[in-house]
């Protein structure tokens, strides 16, 4: 079976064919010597990236609720009673913000990462010993990927979602990633791809739990054929549930999501 499509960077321990990553495969190509990848090199791109983002979109910082705390003791409630609801509404948003910071840094890592994968590659590709498959359309690896995808499961009970979503998830391992690859922009969203929506599959349907996923971080819906990110509430602004165009990578809409 075609192995394209699991990021070997995303494995974060136990099988990286179950939960949210189930469906996607082994990628090929790292059999040549040592791994691409360096501590300096990553630790570097890394501190450069998440220092341009907190410098042009910080994350504001977590206020004290003084306001809910005085609007406590006004209603009638007790010193304690005010504080500790007022400790909570801190707690919880500053909850929110490291999850904001933590998916900047997973954000950052994969960037990195992906671009010295691609580096690698151009090298190989140049010294003339690239062990890429040529001539391997994205037409041709969606052809493959849908007839390993729609393959008969033993019950409805045994699906998985790639033969849930067989064209879709074919699709995506093929001509929309090939499509994001054959450009900058396109190789620094894919970059930023965590896997699919955490999904449930029960009776042969598929129920997805957008709460689930990692804040900042961009999923693929094979039910929507989007792309798809959560971007956790603020001090300022509620979170909101934010969808992409698989191709352009432009912005669909946005709702809000708590």
């Known amino acids: 079976m075609p192995r394209i499509l699991k990021r070997p960077m995303f494995n974060r321990g136990g099988s990286s064919n179950q939960g949210i990553m189930d469906g996607l495969v082994d990628r090929t190509g790292f059999n040549e010597g040592t791994s691409p990848f360096t501590d300096e090199r990553t630790a570097a791109d890394v501190e450069a990236i998440t220092g341009a983002m907190n410098k042009f979109a910080p994350v504001p910082k977590t206020r004290l609720p003084i306001g809910q705390f005085g609007a406590g003791l006004m209603a009638g409630k007790g010193f304690g009673d005010s504080a500790a609801d007022a400790y909570g509404s801190f707690v919880t948003a500053d909850d929110k913000r490291r999850a904001a910071m933590a998916g900047r840094t997973s954000s950052a890592v994969s960037t990195s990462l992906n671009q010295q994968i691609a580096e690698r590659n151009a090298r190989l590709k ?4 690239s062990n890429m498959q040529k001539d391997f359309s994205d037409d041709r690896k969606y052809f493959e990927l849908y007839k390993e995808y729609t393959k008969e499961a033993k019950n ?31 190789q620094e969203f894919i970059a930023q791809v965590v896997g699919v929506v955490p999904n449930d599959i029960k009776s042969g349907d598929a129920r997805f739990d957008y709460g689930k996923m990692n804040a900042g ?20 602004q509620p979170g909101e549930l934010v969808t992409y165009n698989p191709y ?6 946005r709702q809000p999501f708590n």
């Open 126 to 129: 140049k010294a003339g010993t």
């Open 248 to 253: 352009t990578f432009q912005e669909i809409k």
């Open 217 to 236: 971080g961009i999923y693929f819906h094979p039910g929507l054929k989007v792309f798809v990110e959560r971007v956790p509430a603020t001090d300022d």
């Open 156 to 186: 409805q009970y045994s699906k998985n979602i790639r033969q849930l979503y067989p064209a879709n998830m074919a699709e995506f391992a093929s001509k929309i990633q090939g499509n994001a690859n054959r450009s900058k922009e396109g």
